[in-house]
T-cell receptor, first 112, second 110 residues
Framework: DGGITQSPKYLFRKEGQNVTLSCEQN?????MYWYRQDPGQGLRLIYY???????QKGDIAEGYSVSREKKESFPLTVTSAQKNPTAFYLCAGSVRIWETQYFGPGTRLLVL | DAKTTQPTSMDCAEGRAANLPCNHS???????VYWYRQIHSQGPQYIIHGLKNNETNEMASLIITEDRKSSTLILPHATLRDTAVYYC???????????FGAGTTVTVRA
């Protein structure tokens, strides 16, 4: 089955803890993205990667970090510096940067 | 990006066509019309996009008026699984922004 996969579906974080959200794709997409969705709000761009070993900050990068060591993988770490991490996190990919984006199923992060 | 206006909600009978309108009266000549949908607690799903001509794929048809100020997404035979929030987005190809508005909540009823 092809597509963009995210794991886990639900994730719980304790105060002061870093957590890493997984995003994998087998679509051969060069570009990958991380968004955050909050109730009643649209998508907000956290980080994006145009190509392997490259990534750029989006609109709300503070408190987050990413890596892009492999084309297939773009993990997002929510650090303890992110003061309001509870949200629905969405990973997306596109063949090239800013072309039609295809989304994964999302990870819901909850803070205990 | 041009702003879009969509109805807040609409109901559709299962098996019937669902016609979802979108107004984008300030659209620019180089802006595409994109449609995504989001089923509850899932990631957005790309449906279709177009510039001027009508488009059709395995999921839906997109009808764009000649003046490009409005468009209609058509789901030819709605099923219960089509219940979702549908987003109409206008954007320049290769634009940084992917702005989801409030969308239309479509409920397909048996």
């Amino acid at each position: 089955d092809g597509g963009i996969t995210q794991s886990p579906k639900y994730l719980f974080r304790k105060e002061g803890q870093n957590v890493t959200l997984s995003c994998e794709q087998n679509l051969n997409h060069d570009a990958m993205y991380w968004y955050r969705q909050d109730p009643g709000q649209g998508l907000r761009l956290i980080y994006y990667s145009q190509i392997v070993n490259d990534f750029q900050k989006g609109d709300i990068a503070e408190g987050y970090s990413v890596s892009r060591e492999k084309k297939e993988s773009f993990p997002l770490t929510v650090t303890s510096a992110q003061k309001n991490p509870t949200a629905f996190y969405l990973c997306a990919g596109s063949v090239r940067i800013w072309e039609t984006q295809y989304f994964g199923p999302g990870t819901r992060l909850l803070v205990l | 990006d041009a702003k879009t206006t969509q109805p807040t909600s609409m109901d559709c009978a299962e098996g019937r066509a669902a016609n979802l309108p979108c107004n984008h009266s300030t659209i620019s000549g180089n802006e595409y019309v994109y449609w995504y949908r989001q089923i509850h607690s899932q990631g957005p799903q790309y449906i279709i996009h177009g510039l001027k001509n009508n488009e059709t794929n395995e999921m839906a048809s997109l009808i764009i008026t000649e003046d490009r100020k409005s468009s209609t997404l058509i789901l030819p035979h709605a099923t219960l699984r089509d219940t979702a929030v549908y987003y109409c987005i206008v954007r320049v190809d290769n634009d940084y922004k992917l702005s989801f508005g409030a969308g239309t909540t479509v409920t397909v009823r048996a």
